[in-house]
């Protein structure tokens, strides 16, 4: 298909996605960015937030805690910490990924205390952005 790029998420449990799309999302370490046909060869890691592919089948949005993206001119591929489709979030779910952010920052060493607390914040933004 014109104007459309191979997406592929992976997490360490299972494949989620496999599709064609014509741009997707990304919540990248640096900043978010989206992704289209023709994109410049590109890595970067994920932080916390909602990943999107948008396509002829339409959107399939999904909450990521971290890993990494290789965008190409005709793909993107998303190595996913965890990966959990929107639809599948629920209250506890968040609850216990909040509670994971906090515990790696109360043990986090003095010198990633600021990348933990990072962290923390997208976790709670992602929380805040799936109940609405």
């Known amino acids: 298909m014109a104007n459309t790029l191979q997406f592929d998420l992976v997490s360490p449990e299972r494949k989620l996605a ?18 289209m046909a023709g994109h410049v060869a590109t890595i970067t890691t ?8 948008i396509g002829p089948q ?10 990494f993206a290789e965008i190409g001119a005709s793909s993107v591929t998303v190595l996913a ?6 639809d599948d979030l629920s209250g506890t ?13 109360a043990i986090a060493p003095e010198d990633q205390k600021a990348h933990a607390e990072m962290v923390l ?4 933004a992602l929380r805040s ?3 609405h």
């Open 93 to 105: 779910v968040l609850d216990d990924l909040v509670k994971e952010a906090r515990e790696l920052l």
């Open 81 to 86: 910490e965890r990966a959990i489709p929107v």
């Open 129 to 131: 952005h799936a109940k």
């Open 18 to 35: 496999s599709v064609q799309a014509t741009e997707v999302q990304i919540p990248g370490a640096e900043g978010d960015m989206t992704a």
């Open 58 to 67: 339409g959107t399939q949005a999904f909450a990521v805690t971290g890993g």
């Open 46 to 53: 994920l932080r916390p937030g909602i990943l999107k592919a």
């Open 121 to 124: 914040s997208d976790v709670l």
